[in-house]
């Protein structure tokens, strides 16, 4: 059986001392693959480098986390649409945003 952690924000700063740990202890227990969501467009990046890293066990997806929305939710969708057309086919879903896309 294979074990999905289908949302774990692994890339984030507070997971630098231990990401390593983590990873191998969640293997250790038979979780093999780990679905991570970006929060906003800033954290496409560091989201994408952790699945070039451990690209059979991290997979991106697409998102805007609610908790970092803010005033400038338009611009950041509108980068967010930008990225999912300049690398689709690279997210394994859509967080938070399909309702917003789909049909756009």
Request: proline share 5%; with cysteine; aromatic share 10%.
């Amino acid at each position: 059986m294979m074990i999905t952690d289908t949302h774990i924000h692994l890339y984030a700063e507070e997971y630098d001392s231990d990401r390593m740990a983590l990873l191998d202890d969640a293997k250790s227990k038979g979780v093999s693959r780990f679905l991570i969501p970006n929060i906003d467009a800033g954290s496409v990046e560091p989201m994408f480098d952790l699945h070039v890293q451990f690209p059979d066990a991290c997979f991106p997806m697409m998102g805007l986390h609610p908790c970092y929305v803010t005033g400038d939710f338009k611009q950041q969708l509108e980068a967010l649409r930008k990225i999912l057309i300049e690398r689709k086919n690279r997210f394994m879903a859509l967080a938070k945003l399909a309702s917003i896309f789909i049909g756009n």
